[in-house]
């Protein structure tokens, strides 16, 4: 599932390809991925240009000029890809965005995924977006607002880091890569993490999703033809996705358990 990486990585390419620019006309093939009819929907947006595209937790948020908005999920499977007007369309998207300009937007996998239409408001007032924690990236988020929150929890912390009300937009991947980039196991529990280990917790959040972001996540669906960014920091990982392959640390073979109903990878040598 993409993490907020990769949904930064789509939304910035988004920003390039589409803001500014006018649906013309939407195709829906799956129907159960949107919340309102497809003539609504192509009521909704059709003639409407792309006013803002913007990222909350693992959701985008593509907000037109009349004041409507689409907040997309991709779940497990759903990615986005964007055609040039010469470029045939691949296979059969799950929702279509065809544009004034003759280029398309096409939601492919959209199974378990959703696009959801609603009024443009503010994000906490957004039925999808409510009850969510705060960004990691945010500058708000400092390693006091942090350490405050840390503190008023228990158990494990790798589903804890996983939890979208404690903070939003970290999964699978990148809690395996933040534990091991301070050392810790996942199954830690909060109480036994030390005030040094915190710090370090903090620091190894901000930077780690600085640096995949900066390299296009791990999002294997290029967004465009001409796409190279996406998917760069999978070379980056140290354990996700490892299992028996040597950490490059110590070179310990990585350990894969069941930590809160997701996998966990993690080194047995390096994290404590
Ligand atoms: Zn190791």
């Known amino acids: ?25 939407v195709l829906v093939n799956r129907h159960k991925a949107i919340n309102v009819t497809k003539e609504a929907l192509v009521q909704a947006l059709a003639g409407q240009a792309v006013a803002s595209v913007r990222r909350r937790a693992k959701q985008l948020i593509i907000s037109f000029t009349n004041e409507k908005s689409l907040i997309i999920h991709f779940m497990l499977e759903g990615y986005t890809r964007f055609f040039y007007s010469e470029e045939p369309v691949d296979g059969q998207p799950s929702v279509l965005f065809e544009l004034a300009t003759n280029e398309s937007l096409a939601f492919y996998k959209m199974n378990l995924g959703y696009i959801h239409l609603v009024d443009t408001t503010q994000f906490d007032e957004m039925p999808d977006l409510a009850d969510l924690g705060p960004e990691p990236l945010d500058p708000d988020f400092s390693a006091t607002a942090f350490l405050t929150l840390l503190g008023q929890r228990k158990g494990m912390i790798k589903p804890l880091l996983m939890d979208q ?57 290029p967004f465009c033809s001409d796409d190279h960014l996406t998917g760069g920091y999978e070379n980056s990982l140290q354990v996700a996705y490892r299992t028996g392959q040597p950490c490059y640390t110590c070179g310990t073979a990585i350990i894969t358990s069941r930590v809160g109903g997701r996998n966990a990878f993690y080194c047995p040598h390096c994290q404590h």
């Open 1 to 25: 599932m993409p993490e907020i990486p990769e949904i930064e990585t789509v939304k910035n390419h988004l920003i390039q390809k589409i803001q500014g620019k006018t649906v013309q006309s």
């Open 165 to 221: 009300q404690f903070i939003a937009g970290i999964g699978n991947v990148y809690s395996n890569e933040i534990l091991f980039c301070c050392r810790l196991l996942p199954t830690r529990k909060v109480g036994t993490i030390a005030d040094a280990e915190r710090q370090r917790l903090y620091h190894c959040m901000q930077t780690l999703l600085k640096q995949a972001i900066a390299a296009g996540g791990v999002y294997d669906e």
